[in-house]
Structure formats: C-alpha cells, structure tokens
C-alpha cells in the first residue's frame, strides 16, 4: 500500500501536520488524534479540488515509514521520545 508522508510536530500549544508532497495541506490541532484525522479530510479535499480544476494530483510515493528514537539532546529541551 502505498500512501502520501504526514509529518505530525509538536509545538509550544498543540500540534501540526502537513504532507510534503501537497504543500497546500498543512493542519493543526490540540491532539495527534485531532491533526491525524484533520489532515486526512484535507488530503482527501485538496485531491478532490486538483482534479476539478484539472491539476495534476502528485502519485503517492511512501511505502514504509517509521520513527526513529533518539534521546533527547537536554533534558527540557522541549522534545520528547
């Protein structure tokens, strides 16, 4: 199955997802669950809106992904593993 990448951040409030490869979608929220769900329904929108306006829809590319934890570099540097 292949899929477009999100990537899912924390900041100071909340959270914020975006997709690289529709740099029009970009989402954010008080949850990862919230950004999760939020950035679905835009990628499904954003697609919807390229093919009416016939843009090109770029192909999904990802086929794996994974996080990668590393300890923190302080311990109140503000991330977390």
Known sequence: ???YAVIIEQGMTGYGAYAPEL?????????IDEVER???EAIVL??????QHGEPVPAPSVVAA???ETPSASPD???HN
Not at 23 to 31: D, N
Not at 46 to 51: A, E, H, P, V, W
């Open 1 to 3: 199955m292949t899929g």
């Open 23 to 31: 740099p029009e979608v970009g989402v954010a929220g008080s949850s």
């Open 38 to 40: 939020l950035i679905r």
């Open 46 to 51: 954003q697609i919807g809106s390229l093919r």
């Open 66 to 68: 994974t996080v990668v």
């Open 77 to 79: 540097s503000g991330t």
